[in-house]
């Protein structure tokens, strides 16, 4: 009986307690939809305030539109799918490609260094716009592409970027080219070719040069026109203190004209090394002046009647370069060789060698020129009792001469000499401008042979005759 007392107010007991808990419930939820209400009123009284602010303040309108337009900006400059054109003008091209053109046997004998600007266009991302660059996109003429001599016409090659876009045009889109052979010719042999002068007093051996052959290659029709290679050394740029000196000098190339080549697209090498120099190498020695000794051997005789009259050497001192040591011994140079005067009956000249002195190097001249002079034998010949007369008598007057022969001494050349006669004289006193009386009348002299070149003087013996003039 006490059991189901208990559970009888236990039974009442929970009873109790789950309508206290109803009634709370409902307590609460009665107190919760008022501050519901109130949370209501106040967002669409903020909303209201935010409205009338609007309306009423037109910075806050300004400020507004100015903060979309940047959330918005933000939001499409993060977005890689949306671009802008961007071109670029001037671009200047980069030439790749030549090593492996000259690998085929080919090369661009056009101007590279003008090649035309070009106008460039690509698609960049927002994001990217202020940053992106012509140099971006690598704008190039790719030589590799050609493949055969003649005008070719080279697409322009470019590079698109992930991360500032693609090129959407580019203009002009190609270049024009002319494509030569490539060609190699070997072994061209180099020399130094002098100018200028030394300090006086001095002298340059001959110079040397390395390396002695050069291989050139280029466009064919570039490498086919060369025809000489030379080093210049001016000589009045050299040092006479330093006896050897060795300088390095452009190497310039010439065509069967002798003109010079513009080598800038010729590439010069020797054993597999380019070059645009080469070493040469010279030695500069002191000069003496040495005499050289008239004293010429002279063989055999002139011709009869005629005489050997005197011998010249020219030059009459030889400047010599070589060991000085040697060079200051000797005094003088002499010929070398003999003259032979056999049968000479005329002045001539003969060249003979010198002996240079022992360790020279150089002389001015290593052959002199002997001048002979070769005279006929001059003598006198005395023609006798050559008949004289008068001329030239005064009108009016007579002529009575005291001397009716005289002699004459004939001065000229032996051989001429030989051949005259008296016949070949006439002699005659000469009475002009005479007058009455006793007067020593000078002798005239005439020459009637048939040649009068080998004669020099002539003189009569006695040199005037008396004559007495008398009135007629």
């Not at 790719?142 to 493949?147: C, N």
């Not at 007093?201 to 570039?222: C, E, F, K, Q």
């Not at 190339?253 to 003109?259: C, F, K």
């Not at 001015?364 to 001059?378: A, D, K």
């Amino acid at each position: 009986m006490s059991t189901a007392v208990n559970k009888k107010k236990k039974a009442r007991k929970s009873a109790r307690q789950r309508a206290d808990a109803r009634g709370e419930a409902r307590k609460t939820q009665n107190g919760a939809q008022p501050e519901k209400q109130r949370e209501k009123l106040s967002v669409k009284e903020a909303l209201h305030l935010f409205g009338k602010l609007l309306s009423h303040n037109w910075q806050w309108k300004i400020c507004s539109l100015f903060v979309a337009v940047i959330i918005w900006s933000v939001l499409i400059s993060q977005d890689p799918s949306m671009t802008r054109e961007k071109t670029f003008n001037d671009v200047q091209l980069s030439v790749v490609g030549q090593d492996t053109l000259k690998t085929r046997g080919y090369v661009v004998v056009s101007n590279l260094d003008e090649l035309p600007e070009i106008k460039l266009s690509a698609d960049v991302p927002q994001l990217q716009y202020g940053a992106a660059a012509a140099s971006t996109y690598y704008a190039r003429v790719d030589l590799s592409r050609v493949t055969q001599a003649g005008a070719q016409s080279v697409p322009i090659s470019y590079t698109n970027s992930s991360v500032y876009g693609a090129v959407s045009s580019v203009s002009p889109a190609s270049v024009d080219v002319v494509v030569d052979e490539y060609v190699t010719r070997y072994r061209i042999p180099l020399s130094v070719r002098t100018e200028g002068e030394l300090q006086d007093g001095y002298w340059a051996d001959a110079a040397s040069v390395d390396p002695s052959t050069i291989n050139i290659s280029g466009a064919r029709s570039l490498i086919s026109q060369v025809r000489s290679a030379k080093v210049t050394l001016d000589l009045s740029t050299l040092s006479v203190d330093e006896k050897e000196q060795s300088l390095a000098l452009p190497i310039m190339l010439y065509d069967q004209s002798g003109m010079l080549i513009d080598s800038s697209d010729i590439r010069m090498t020797s054993d597999s090394l380019t070059l645009d120099s080469a070493t040469v190498s010279v030695r500069i020695y002191e000069l003496a002046r040495i005499g050289v000794s008239g004293e010429v051997n002279i063989t055999g005789e002139p011709a009869a009647g005629y005489r050997l009259a005197s011998v010249n050497v020219v030059p009459e001192t030889v400047l010599v370069a070589g060991d000085e040591n040697a060079i200051i011994l000797t005094k003088e140079i002499f010929s070398a060789a003999a003259v032979d005067i056999s049968g000479r009956d005329r002045s001539f000249l003969a060249t003979v060698p010198i002996n240079v002195p022992d360790g020279a190097v150089y002389a001015s001249t290593r052959r002199i020129v002997v001048s002979v002079v070769i005279e006929p034998i001059i003598s006198t010949k005395l023609l006798k009792n050559i008949p004289l007369g008068v001329e030239n008598v005064p009108d009016g007057l007579s002529a009575n001469l005291q001397l009716r022969r005289c002699d004459l001494l004939v001065t000229g050349e032996q051989l001429w000499l030989d051949k005259l006669k008296a016949a070949d004289f006439t002699l005659a006193a000469d009475a002009s401008g005479a007058g009455v009386g006793t007067l020593a009348l000078p002798i005239k002299i005439t020459y009637i042979g048939s040649d009068a070149s080998g004669m020099k003087s002539a003189q009569a013996q006695p040199e005037t005759a008396d004559a007495v003039f008398t009135a007629e």
